[in-house]
Nanobody, 125 residues
């Protein structure tokens, strides 16, 4: 069983930065495909970024490329999402997710086995 806990959300102005953290327990993140998703009111949960088990490959949604960066600290068993140049359209609940047997970096939410509780990010103009 894997438990995931996000933190770091908040309310910021457009152009600001935030760093979200996802602390994992029950399994090391280096054995998991990790992803970040977000869900705005009335919308489906959407892929933001992901990282392979090896950490050697990442993938980003077009809407966040060049602004968001996924990283991890194996010693802390934590995955991060650095978000720069935030826009109002980035407003959503952000979820950390883990897949135990994925190939590559799945962008479909149903592939992921474990989810955090989510953290709210609100960007005002």
């Amino acid at each position: 069983q894997v438990q995931l806990g996000e933190s770091g959300g908040g309310s910021v102005q457009a152009g600001d930065s935030l760093r979200l953290s996802c602390a994992a327990s029950g399994r090391t993140v280096s054995t998991l495909t990790m992803g970040w998703f977000r869900q705005a009111p009335g919308n489906e949960r959407a892929f933001v970024t992901g990282m392979t088990r090896s950490g050697g490959s990442t993938n980003y949604a077009d809407s966040v490329k060049g602004r968001f960066t996924i990283s991890r600290d194996n010693a802390k068993n934590t995955v991060y999402l650095q978000m720069n140049s935030l826009k109002p359209e980035d407003t959503a609940v952000y979820y950390c997710a883990a897949a135990t047997a994925a190939y590559g970096i799945p962008t479909m939410a149903q592939v992921y086995d474990y989810w955090g509780q989510g953290t709210q990010v609100t960007v005002s103009s």
